[in-house]
C-alpha cells in the first residue's frame, strides 16, 4: 500500500502553512494546495495550485488523499456568499477521494457566554458570520452522520504566529508594533481573550486528522492562558524592544476606520468577543487526546515577532 496522503487546502494561509510544517515533521505525505504558485514549502512536500471554489478545483486537490484539512477561506467581508459554497466543494472532493476531512473552525457559532466558551456552550450565533460558521458546521456533520465521509472539526480564537497575517494579531497588532505606532485594540484592552499560536493549532488539527476518536466530533483546541489584549501587546512590545503604545478602539472609530477597510468594519459584527471577556474551556481536547501544553507565551511572542520582523525586512 502506498503512504498514506494529507491533503492541505488554503496552505498559503497562516493556519494552512502551520499545518503544511507540521504534518512534514511527524513524516506524513503531504500535498500542499493553494490558490496561486507555492513559496518555498518545507522539503518532499508535493504542491498544487487550485481554485478550490470550483467542483473541478476541489476534486483535483483532494485526488488521492487519506485526509483533507480545510484551511481555506474567502476574504473576511465575502463570507456569507463565497464559504458556504467553497465548502460544499471541498466536501464532495474530500468525499470522492473516500478521504477523512478536518475542518479548522473557530468560535463565531457559540452565544456569547458568561463564562469560558466550550463545546457544551449553545451554538446560538449572534452574528452573520457566526450564523455563515454554524451553517458549515452543521452541513459538515450532517455529511458524517450519513456516511459520506468522516469529519472532524477543530475550533480556536483569533491566532498568532509565524505566517499569520490574516488575523487581527498578525494585521492590527504586530506590524504596528514593529513600526513603533499605536495599536488600535478593537474594544477593551483589559479583558482577558484567549489567543491561539498557529503551531499549537497545527499540531491539535494534525492530531484530529490522525485519530479516530475525533471522527464526528467538534473540539476546542488547546491554548494557553487567556491574556487580556495589553498583557498581550506589553508582551510583543518587549520582544521587539519597542515601547508598548496602545488604546481600545470604540465603536465608532471602528466604524470609521470600517470606511476604507471592509475587515475593520466586519468586526462590529463580532464586538461582543472583544467587549466582554472572550476565554475558552478546551479541556474536551485534553481529556480526549491526553495532556498537551500549549507554547509558552514568552517563546511563541518571540518566535512571532523574529517571523514579522523579517518579513518586513523582505517587503521593505
Known amino acids: ?20 510544517r507540521e504534518l512534514a515533521r511527524r513524516g506524513h505525505r503531504v500535498r500542499a494546495v493553494r490558490r496561486g504558485p507555492a513559496a518555498g514549502p518545507p522539503v518532499g512536500v508535493a504542491t498544487l495550485a487550485a481554485d478550490l471554489a470550483t ?45 477523512k476531512l478536518v475542518f479548522a473552525d473557530n468560535l463565531y457559532q457559540y452565544e456569547p457566554a458568561d463564562g469560558p466558551v466550550s463545546e457544551q456552550t449553545p451554538r446560538r450565533p449572534v452574528s452573520r458570520k457566526g450564523a455563515v460558521r454554524k451553517a458549515m458546521a452543521d452541513r459538515l ?44 485594540w478593537p474594544g477593551r484592552l483589559d479583558v482577558p481573550h484567549t489567543l491561539h499560536y498557529l503551531p499549537d493549532i497545527a499540531t491539535a488539527l494534525v492530531t484530529l486528522g490522525e485519530r479516530d476518536e475525533a471522527d464526528g466530533r467538534t473540539f476546542i483546541l488547546p491554548a494557553a492562558p487567556a491574556p487580556t489584549p495589553r498583557h498581550f501587546i506589553e508582551r510583543v512590545a518587549a520582544a521587539a524592544g519597542r515601547r508598548a503604545r496602545m488604546r481600545g478602539a470604540a465603536k465608532p472609530l471602528m466604524r470609521l476606520a470600517g470606511l476604507a477597510n471592509p475587515a475593520a468594519r466586519e468586526l ?18 485534553r481529556r480526549t487526546f491526553g495532556p498537551v501544553e500549549a507554547t509558552a507565551p ?11 520582523r523579517a518579513r518586513a525586512v523582505t517587503a521593505g
Open 1 to 20: 500500500m502506498s503512504t498514506p496522503l494529507h491533503v492541505v487546502l488554503g496552505a498559503g494561509g497562516g493556519i494552512g502553512s502551520s499545518v503544511v
Open 55 to 99: 467542483p473541478e478545483g476541489a476534486l483535483a486537490a483532494c485526488a488521492g488523499a487519506s485526509v483533507v484539512y480545510h484551511c481555506v477561506q474567502p476574504p473576511y467581508h465575502r463570507w456569507p456568499r463565497e464559504f458556504p459554497p467553497l465548502t460544499e466543494a471541498v466536501i464532495d472532493g474530500a468525499a470522492a477521494a473516500g478521504a
Open 141 to 184: 456533520l450532517e455529511a458524517h452522520r450519513s456516511g459520506r465521509l468522516k469529519v472532524t472539526i477543530g475550533q480556536a480564537s483569533d491566532h498568532y504566529g509565524p505566517g499569520g497575517t490574516n488575523s487581527v494579531i498578525g494585521a492590527a497588532v504586530l506590524p504596528v508594533v514593529l513600526r513603533g505606532s499605536t495599536v488600535n
Open 268 to 285: 462590529l459584527d463580532i464586538w461582543y468577543q472583544f467587549s466582554r471577556p472572550w476565554t475558552v474551556d478546551d479541556g474536551l481536547y
Open 298 to 308: 514568552d517563546e511563541a511572542v518571540a518566535e512571532t515577532v523574529a517571523w514579522h
